[in-house]
């Protein structure tokens, strides 16, 4: 008679199970579903006061599903503003269109994933005209009021850009949201030259960066 080793079977189902787990394991980690992700980008990434950008967006594992991006601007840092919703194509991929009015924190939430936050910078928009004979006008406009801010009227020269007067802004404006704020100013720059206004970082405080006029031939 032929004895069988004691423990010799149990041990034997013991190595079926784990072989037998291990079959399935690899099987059961692709019908897991993968964990959805999403990421944020913009186009530009600094915008003139008034100009659109574009936020753009990948969902993974790619799929059609609801994206809302929601943002905080720095001018309404307590302002409840309502999240943005816009559907990804069967790609994962979405876009947006938005009009940042100041410094703004951007994040895309899908599926319980948020990206991370994405800041867009915002420029003031600086405008300058000739109005007449040593005489010009400049226009800044943001939504808040830049009165009793200081902006620079300066000339190119062969070494870079000289200040030639220091205008001081009153407000002059405000609607829809847009504060304008400006002077109306003489300069006896003489003819020929090429004039600009820059309106400074530290004039222009913490929600926006600094911004110039387009180039003017006085």
Not at 105 to 124: C, F, W
Not at 145 to 160: N, V
Not at 168 to 182: C, K, P, Y
Request: charged letters at 15%; one cysteine or more.
């Amino acid at each position: 008679m032929v004895r069988r080793a004691a423990g010799y079977f149990p041990s034997m189902r013991r190595k079926s199970l784990i072989l037998v787990a291990l079959a399935i394991s690899p099987a059961a980690a692709l019908a897991a579903p993968s964990p959805t992700s999403v990421s944020i980008s913009a186009q530009p990434m600094v915008v003139t006061y008034g100009s659109e950008i574009t936020l753009s967006g990948m969902v993974t594992p790619a799929k059609a599903v609801k994206v809302q991006v929601s943002s905080q601007p720095c001018m309404k840092p307590q302002a409840r503003q309502e999240p943005l919703s816009v559907t990804s194509t069967a790609q994962g991929a979405w876009n947006a269109s938005v009009m940042p009015t100041s410094r703004t924190a951007y994040l895309a939430k899908a599926k319980g994933a948020d990206s991370p936050a994405l800041i867009v910078q915002v420029q003031p928009a600086v405008r300058l005209a000739k109005v007449g004979r040593h005489r010009f006008r400049t226009r800044i406009s943001a939504a808040q009021s830049f009165g009793g801010k200081i902006a620079l009227f300066q000339k190119r020269t062969s070494i870079g850009w000289k200040t030639v007067k220091s205008v001081i802004l009153t407000e002059l404006g405000s609607g829809g949201g847009t504060v304008v704020s400006g002077k109306t100013f003489r300069s006896g720059i003489r003819a020929g030259r090429t004039v600009r206004v820059l309106f400074t970082q530290h004039q222009a405080g913490d929600c926006y960066l600094a911004g110039t006029s387009g180039l003017l031939r006085n």
